[in-house]
């Protein structure tokens, strides 16, 4: 059964747990949380933050997988890794599904309260393309050790940009689509 959920998970005004300022991935109710925490948000950053295309690519590169984001004149492409076997069991389970998964960029103020969501659907192609990677990932025989060495050395040869070139899909969201 496919889910088209188009609810947030995250609104404006909810708390998060405490948190380093940066930005990382977390998943729940079918949806790849992007969380980004910054001190301190400008008004006309979050302004942008609300109305700026979004391009999300997955890439995957040796045993690497990493989402990359980037969010035309607010955020450069930022590489997002996650190793799949970490995941908890409600994302294992997902992964063997054919749900509809979204998405949601979500940032986050100094107090850890969230100052603005933005929620997407990626399309079926897309989300097929993300089961099929990851239904892969879970059948190699891999360890979180490997990856962090796999993606330590990576980061080090390349810019997030130039991950590109190892994307499975690369998808532009526009406001209110």
């Known amino acids: 059964m496919l889910n088209m959920k188009n609810e947030s998970v995250y609104h404006v005004g909810d708390i998060l747990e405490n948190s380093d300022s940066g930005i990382w991935l977390d998943f729940r109710d079918d949806t790849f949380l992007f969380v980004i925490k910054d001190d301190f948000w400008q008004k006309d950053e979050l302004s942008r933050l609300n109305q700026s295309n ?13 989402f990359v984001i980037e969010i035309f004149d607010v955020l450069e492409a930022s590489d997002i890794p996650f190793y799949v ?13 054919d749900r ?11 107090d850890n309260s969230v100052v603005s969501v933005r929620h997407h ?8 393309i993300i089961h099929q ?13 490997m990856f962090e060495k796999a993606y330590d050395k990576l980061s080090m040869q390349y810019e997030p940009y130039a991950l590109l070139e190892y ?5 532009v969201y526009q406001k209110g689509k």
């Open 85 to 97: 076997k970490d995941g908890d069991q409600k994302f294992i389970d997902s992964i063997d599904s």
């Open 100 to 110: 509809i998964y979204t998405f949601e960029v979500i940032a986050v103020g100094k």
């Open 121 to 128: 659907i990626f399309d079926k192609d897309v989300s097929n």
């Open 133 to 145: 990677c990851l239904r892969q990932r879970l059948m190699e025989e891999t360890d979180s050790t």
């Open 54 to 66: 979004i391009t999300i690519s997955l890439i995957q590169k040796g045993i690497v997988d990493a």
């Open 167 to 171: 994307a499975k899909f690369t998808q």
